[in-house]
């Protein structure tokens, strides 16, 4: 959950910055041109500020709260504006008010189709909600955009909800293409170890537990998994080094 909030106010932070030309070849309406000193604009920066400072612990529903009155006098603005409803989203999702976050993630959605931030940003939503499937599809539609600045970011986000949607093959494509850009990222190489051992790869399997295993401590999940790995590899060595390590996370 944590993550995928980070992930959320990044997304609102990038959409904020890229309010200037380059964000028009993508935009859909004029009412999506916001200059970054407009009265709306300088709201949403506000509400970004806000939402963070309560994401991060700080007298969490104060700023919240504060966050979405400078969201919606964005929109008093400019009710069209796309990142202040999808702002106003984001803090509704992060106070657990999910039908108010989804009406406004749809609101973003209608006025900029088109903008790599708000699909993500929705997709990320959906996904979060049980939605696997859609958000995959929004997920897509941000990778066919070749202005979003971080796709590997899509791609791992694709696969897990793939995962969750018990489609592992499809989704290691997506984590294939977010490791292709980034070699380390955690999470898609957490779940190759998965994938790779679910199709009795074990050769594969084994190499991505030694690269995850250079990036963080192995959780009892993948511990388990390397374990089967080398016993049927006939490496009984390393096996029962996992299994000590297994064995020390239960006994903690």
Request: aromatic share 8%; hydrophobic share 40%; with cysteine.
């Amino acid at each position: 959950m944590k993550n995928i909030l980070v992930m959320m106010t990044l997304s609102v932070l990038v959409a904020c910055g890229q309010t200037g030309g380059a964000n028009k070849r993508y935009q859909d309406t004029d009412s999506q041109v916001e200059p970054d000193n407009s009265p709306a604009m300088l709201n949403v920066k506000m509400g970004v500020a806000y939402f963070e400072r309560g994401s991060q612990g700080i007298e969490k529903y104060e700023n919240y709260n504060i966050a979405l009155e400078k969201f919606k006098r964005a929109l008093g603005h400019n009710p069209k504006l796309a990142i202040a409803h999808s702002g106003i989203a984001t803090v509704y999702s992060a106070m657990n008010a999910d039908v108010d976050a989804a009406r406004h993630y749809k609101l973003s959605v209608k006025y900029a189709p088109n903008d790599p931030v708000i699909l993500n940003n929705y997709g990320t939503f959906l996904c979060q909600s049980g939605e696997y499937l859609e958000a995959v599809e929004y997920y897509n539609k941000t990778l066919a955009n070749p202005f979003y600045r971080t796709p590997e970011t899509v791609h791992e986000n694709a696969g897990v909800c793939l995962m969750k949607a018990d489609q592992p093959q499809k989704a290691e494509s997506h984590f294939r293409e977010a490791l292709a850009s980034n070699p380390n990222m955690v999470i898609s190489l957490y779940n190759m170890v998965i994938v790779s051992a679910g199709k009795g790869d074990s050769m594969k399997a084994r190499a991505f537990i030694q690269r995850l295993e250079g990036l963080m401590d192995l959780d009892e999940r993948v511990l388990k998994v390397a374990y089967q790995v080398e016993k049927k590899m006939g490496n009984d060595r390393a096996a029962n080094q996992y299994l000590a390590q297994l064995r020390k996370i239960k006994k903690s």
